[in-house]
């Protein structure tokens, strides 16, 4: 404890002893009556000074770490084969061979037939031919008919027919094939959208409600038959046809159409 600390000490006990004398003195008076009351009670004061902690300076310990380098010297190695031949003794066997059978060669027919039959008496005719020999010609022809005779009930007389007949060649002349179709279309209806009793001042014959249109087409072409895709390329086609009905209506039609083409 430092000169000034007892000082200070000295100076706050003088002090601190006068007023205690002056605060114990009527507690004395309370005590001694106390102690005439209860004798066995017993009280204490104790005065603690002022304290003032301090932590001593630390030592540094001047050092550095360092790191120890390591070096790894890699040992010489040799390694030697060793060459050991084995005899070994192959005996093949024999294999039974295999046997490559060809599918058979499938049957192409040159005939096409679909014959029907329905309600409101509607037969039904498709026939389709095509024959020929490869490069050198080819022959199609087809046949189509369908029709109903029977009458919607209540309705005027509604019979129908539809049918188509044609033809076409084709000829293999070298690098060139030509060809011509030609065919013929005959449609027939009646007109059967009222009922006879609706209209019974209009009494019409079977034939003014008849209705026929009729149409032809031809056609005639040419185009190449090239084996190797570097050759010129052409087709021309030229068509026609003359459509005209029962009530001599009629239509002509002319189309040239053509492709040219060098790859």
Known sequence: MSISQNKYLTRFSGTFAACTFMMLFPMTFHAQQSQILDRDHNEQVTIIGTYDPSINQAFKINTRPQLNSISLDKPDFTFSSLEIKQQTKI????????SIRTGRKTTIYNNFLKVGFGSQLSPLLDFFHSSGKKNDYRLNFNLNHYSSFQDIPDYSPSPFSNSLIGIGYEKYAGKAIFNIEGSYGLDMCRYYGFKPEDYPEFKPDDDDLKQ???????NLGIRSNN???????????????????????NETDIDLDFDFAKP
């Open 212 to 218: 026929t249109f009729n149409l032809i087409k031809l």
């Open 91 to 98: 005996e093949p066997k024999e294999i039974k061979p295999a």
């Open 227 to 249: 084996k190797k895709e570097e050759d010129f390329e052409y087709a021309v086609n030229l068509e026609t046809y003359y459509f005209f009905d029962r009530w001599k209506k």
